[in-house]
Structure formats: structure tokens, C-alpha cells
């Protein structure tokens, strides 16, 4: 059984950075996809960037040059960096892991709130 336990989450000025964690409880070489997520008031859950076990790293295009996505697989945590942080990135951001037999784990989120 995997879990995902987000942090780092938090209310940050516009042009600040935070960084993001998702530890993952399990064995984290059987998730071959990792990703974040994030849910904004009123939005639908959209996919902010993913990378696989091989470290492939995919992202949207409104946090390209921004946000970074990493995997540190002797920590068993995933985490996503962010920089340069817009308004517009105020959302819930939630972890998301794919096994290699087509399990979906979700985390519960962490809140990232970016305001003056």
C-alpha cells in the first residue's frame, strides 16, 4: 500500500519561492509516474508537472522556467519547487503517484497561497 503525505505548503508574496514535498510510505521504485496536481477555488484539478522513474519531466505551460519537479528516490519524497510565484498559483497542490500495475494514489493536499 502506498500513501503520499504532502508539506511545505503556506502563504508566500508574489515573485517568492516555496518548495514542496510529497513522501511517499512504500516502496517508491514501483511508482513510475509522479506528479503534482493542483485545484484552485472553482477550477478544475489541473496537472502542474510530472517526471518518471526514469526522470523524464513533463510540465504545463503556465509554470515552465518557474517550478521544478524532482524525485530523490533514497528519501523516498518527491518535491516540486517552485519560483517566481503568481497569484495565479494559489491553489491546492496535491501529490499523485501511478504504479507500475496502474494503481492511482492520491495525497491529501497541501495549500499554497500567493498574496501581498
Known amino acids: 500500500q502506498v500513501q503520499l503525505v504532502e508539506s511545505g505548503g503556506g502563504l508566500v508574496q508574489p515573485g517568492g519561492s516555496l518548495r514542496l514535498s510529497c513522501a511517499v510510505s512504500?516502496?517508491?521504485?514501483?511508482?513510475?509516474?509522479m506528479a503534482w496536481y493542483r485545484q484552485a477555488p472553482g477550477k478544475e484539478r489541473e496537472l502542474v508537472a510530472s517526471?518518471?522513474?526514469?526522470?523524464?519531466?513533463n510540465y504545463a505551460d503556465s509554470v515552465k522556467g518557474r517550478f521544478t519537479i524532482f524525485r530523490d528516490n533514497a528519501e523516498s519524497t518527491v518535491y516540486l519547487q517552485m519560483y517566481s510565484l503568481k497569484p495565479e498559483d494559489t491553489a491546492a497542490y496535491y501529490c499523485n503517484a501511478v504504479h507500475q500495475y496502474g494503481m492511482l494514489y492520491w495525497g491529501t493536499g497541501t495549500l499554497v497561497t500567493v498574496s501581498s
Open positions: 512504500g516502496n517508491i521504485f514501483r511508482l513510475n509516474v
Open positions: 517526471i518518471t522513474s526514469g526522470g523524464s519531466t
